[in-house]
C-alpha cells in the first residue's frame, strides 16, 4: 500500500562559503589566541559556536538562554545600525570622485575563503555583519589610496567598526547555560534558587516564555521535572553546556540545522 511507504530521508545540508578580502575582517573571524601578557579575543568562529549553545539551551525551556538570544537579537540590530552609519560617511566620501574617473571595485586577488558551519540563526546574523565590515573596509582602503581620506581617518572608522563588532563578541562570550527549566521557577526549587543568586532576576515576561527571540526554537521539553531530575539540574546549574536531549540521546551538532531550519 501506498500509505505504508515509508520515506527515511536525512537532514537538509547546503554548502556554504564566506569570502573575505581585508585582514581587518578576517582577524576579527579568528580572533587572537590567549599569550603570555596578553588576553585571548574571541572570535566570530567562536561567537557561531556559543550561539548554537545559546539556541540549545532555549529548546530545553532554559529562561536565561532566551533572554540571552534577546540580549544578543538587540545587540545584532544595534551594530548594524552603527555600521550602517559608518557606511554613509563613506559613501559620502566616495561621493567626491569627478565624474570622469572611474574607481571599479577594491578587491583582493587572493581573498581568504572560510567554509561556514552555523546552526543558530544569531550566528547567521553576526556572519552577515563581517561581511558588511569587510566591505566597508575595502572602501576605507579605497578611499585612502585615492587621497578622499587621511591614515588617521582611515584608522579611526576601521577601528571604529572593529570596535562595534568585538563588543558584540564579548557581549556572547558572557552566556552561560543555567541548568533550570521554567518548571524550576514555577516550583521555586534548589535549582531556580541557586540559578537566581547566580545569573540574577529575569524579566517576568521572559520567565514565562511570553516573550522570546524572534529567532526562538520551539521547546522541546515541556513535562514537569521529577524529584531525581530536579536534583541532576540542580547540580547542573554550575554547568555551561546545555544537557543531552530527554530521550538519553546525544545533543545534536551544533552545526547541523535543526527541523524548522531545514533549507535547501
Do not use: C
Amino acid at each position: 500500500m501506498a500509505n505504508d511507504f515509508q520515506l527515511n530521508l536525512g537532514a537538509l545540508r547546503s554548502a556554504m562559503q564566506l569570502t573575505l578580502h581585508t585582514h581587518h575582517a578576517s582577524r576579527i573571524w579568528h580572533g587572537r589566541a590567549q599569550a603570555e601578557g596578553r588576553a585571548g579575543i574571541i572570535g566570530l568562529n567562536g561567537y557561531v559556536s556559543i550561539m548554537s549553545k545559546m539556541k540549545r539551551g532555549a529548546e530545553q525551556d532554559d529562561p536565561y538562554s532566551d533572554w540571552w538570544m534577546l540580549r544578543i537579537e538587540d545587540k545584532l540590530a544595534d551594530t548594524k545600525t552603527r555600521l550602517q552609519t559608518l557606511r554613509e560617511q563613506v559613501d559620502q566620501v566616495l561621493a567626491n570622485v569627478p565624474p570622469a574617473l572611474t574607481l571599479g571595485e577594491n578587491l583582493n586577488i587572493q581573498p581568504v575563503k572560510l567554509p561556514l558551519f552555523v546552526g543558530a540563526q544569531l550566528g547567521f546574523m553576526a556572519v552577515y555583519l563581517l561581511a558588511d565590515y569587510d566591505d566597508l573596509a575595502r572602501r576605507l582602503i579605497l578611499a585612502h589610496h585615492t587621497a578622499l581620506i587621511d591614515r588617521s581617518t582611515l584608522e579611526r572608522w576601521l577601528n571604529e567598526g572593529a570596535h562595534q563588532l568585538r563588543s558584540l563578541l564579548s557581549l556572547a562570550q558572557q552566556y552561560k547555560y543555567s541548568g533550570t527549566q521554567r518548571d524550576d521557577f514555577a516550583a521555586n526549587n534548589a535549582a531556580a534558587r541557586a540559578a537566581r543568586d547566580k545569573f540574577g532576576e529575569l524579566p517576568q515576561d521572559v520567565l514565562e516564555g511570553t516573550r522570546r527571540s524572534r529567532f526562538a526554537p520551539p521547546i522541546v521539553r515541556r513535562t514537569p521535572l521529577s524529584a531525581g531530575q530536579a536534583r541532576v539540574q540542580s547540580s547542573a546549574a554550575a554547568t555551561t553546556e546545555p544537557p543531552a536531549a530527554s530521550d538519553g540521546t546525544a545533543a545534536a551538532d551544533p552545526s547541523a540545522p535543526s527541523d524548522e531550519d531545514a533549507r535547501a
